[in-house]
């Protein structure tokens, strides 16, 4: 096998994993029922991904209280909703992949604008200022209201135990409430929960205990962080390489919360890097180089003996096989590139790189889709995420002769999907190439992904058998001549 470590077996806890590779935390925007649980979209959409041969999946960031912030769009564990997760774990079960929860104390200061427009005040550690509405100062929770949000988890992982989930990931990174209570630049508490980096992380850890009594010492728990923010100050981030002061966490504070975590009880960390400030850490685009988080794992790695989840461009499999052989992670999550391609792990496993769809970190069909147009979470290349049902692409009973005019990226992908269709298909393409726009959009260095795109394109029309024409004009004549059943024309567009 040509990724051997990247199949190699792993535990957290107790809990053993086939593989070291886990789907990232991802919220299922638009596949939640209004009890907070997984629609049936949302179940065959992580079920694919099981079925792709995924390791473990970490659901998207879900709710265990609605008293002290609403819910919005994410998930919330009650018993209401509580079958719906029994349901996704027996499905993803069934193809040999775990399944942890990951779970949020909310959003606290970094709360939608909308929220607050709509009249509710945002809450935090201490009052400061709303990220999205910063004239709007956030209410410090009380000692008490901390309290009964710990005591929410317990009995929130107490019922996910029983709905069959092995395990459980704290939503602990990028300056959501976790975070804005474990870090002093946004905790300036008197009480427990304030103070020395140890009080500022009794939060977490009493949900640690919490979760431990009411679920069982042996069901584990990871907690998710950023080992360092990358923040100049209030809004305004740090670029890579760049020499300035950290208003944030720093990398030595990280090291030390590592430690204190493990301490705790903690089964595994899961390190990233950034805050709302410096989103582009903790959401990479194509701007930022794969793997662009792996050594702040490798640092944590020096200092824990639990296993350490990195995360961030790591769609590469030559890359992720090399993290893991070198010890700078125990596993890797993928978050987009399962979105882009749910099989990564099945084609790696079968050594089909080339066969793998590669997503070009643009975050338009994703995260920009479900944050900023509220719509379903899907992939802007492989638009069947989010809709692995609708779309599955079943042979047709009657195959058509399809004639496509334009080699661009929108022709390439219907001349896929007609002839995986069983169709008998030429395309026509009137320059010297196949791809359209991607050609120039792959020049420079950091969108090189999109020239894999089209490579994994023309590989896959080869495949298919699909009929290239190039330098070839499409005209009434040669429609006349030809006298396709289906013509789909794919010349370009101009947004409306
Ligand atoms: C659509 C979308 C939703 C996300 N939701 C969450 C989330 O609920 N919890 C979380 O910790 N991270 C979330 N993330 C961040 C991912 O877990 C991951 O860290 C990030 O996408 C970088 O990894 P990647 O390059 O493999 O995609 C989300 C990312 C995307 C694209
Ligand atoms: S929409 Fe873009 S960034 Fe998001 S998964 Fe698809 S290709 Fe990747």
Redesign the pocket.
């Known amino acids: 096998m040509k990724f051997e470590r990247l199949f190699e077996p792993i535990s957290i806890g107790k809990v053993n994993i086939k593989n070291r590779i886990a789907m990232?935390?991802?919220?299922p925007?638009g596949l939640v029922d209004h009890d907070g649980g997984f629609t049936q979209r949302a179940i065959d959409y992580y079920t694919e991904r099981a079925f792709g041969g995924v390791g473990l999946i970490i659901s998207?960031?879900t709710k265990v209280s609605e008293k002290v912030e609403p819910r919005t769009t994410l998930m919330f564990v009650n018993r209401r909703s509580i079958s719906s997760f029994s349901e996704l774990a027996e499905s993803v079960h069934y193809y040999g992949t775990r399944i942890f929860i990951?779970l949020t104390a909310g959003l606290g200061s970094v709360i939608v604008g909308s929220v607050i427009d709509s009249g509710f005040k945002p809450v935090s550690a201490s009052a400061i200022p709303a990220f999205w509405r910063p004239n709007v100062t956030a209410r410090a929770l009380t000692t008490e209201e901390v309290e009964e949000i710990v005591d929410a988890f317990g009995k929130a992982a107490q019922l996910l135990r029983a709905a069959g989930i092995d395990g459980i990931e704290l939503?602990g990174?990028?300056g959501y409430l976790f975070d804005q209570f474990s870090t002093a630049i946004w905790n300036k508490r008197n009480d427990k929960y304030g103070g020395s980096l140890e009080d500022r992380l009794r939060f977490p850890i009493e949900v640690l205990n919490a979760i431990k009594d009411k679920a069982g010492k042996d069901f584990p728990v990871v907690y998710?962080y950023g080992l360092k923010h990358y923040m100049k100050g209030f809004r305004t981030g740090a670029l890579p390489h760049e020499d300035y002061v950290e208003a944030g966490r720093d990398v030595a504070e990280g090291l030390e919360m590592a430690k204190l975590l493990e301490k705790a009880g903690f089964d595994g960390l899961h390190v990233?890097a950034g805050s709302y400030d410096s989103w582009y850490w903790?959401?990479?685009p194509t701007y930022q180089p794969h793997g662009c988080m792996v050594d702040m794992a490798a640092e944590a790695k020096k200092c824990v003996t639990i296993p350490v989840i990195t995360?961030?461009?790591?769609?590469i499999p030559e890359l992720a096989e090399k993290v893991v052989a070198e010890g700078k992670a125990d596993i890797v999550?993928?978050?987009?590139?399962l979105l882009a391609d749910p099989h990564w792990p099945r084609k790696a496993r079968e050594g089909k790189v080339e066969e793998i769809r590669p997503c070009t970190g643009c975050?338009d069909g994703?995260?920009h889709r479900?944050m900023y147009q509220f719509k379903p979470?899907s992939c802007a290349i492989n638009p069947a995420t989010g809709r692995e049902r609708l779309y599955t692409l079943g042979v047709v009973t009657q195959p058509q002769k399809v004639l496509i005019a334009g080699g661009g990226v929108a022709g390439m992908e219907a001349a896929r999907v007609a002839a995986i269709r069983g169709c008998e298909v030429t395309l026509y393409e009137k320059g010297e190439k196949l791809g359209g726009h991607l050609i120039a959009g792959s020049v420079p260095d950091f969108k090189r992904d999109i020239k894999r795109l089209l490579d994994w394109y023309v590989i896959q029309l080869e495949r298919l058998g699909v009929k290239i024409r190039l330098q070839v004009e499409v005209t009434p004549e040669l429609i006349k001549k030809e006298k396709p059943d289906k013509i789909i024309i794919a010349t370009g567009s101009t947004p409306i």
């Open positions: 990232a935390p991802m919220v925007g998207g960031c990951q939503h990174h990028e998710r990233d903790a959401h990479p995360v961030g461009r790591l769609g999550a993928l978050g987009r590139a975050h994703c995260l479900e979470i």
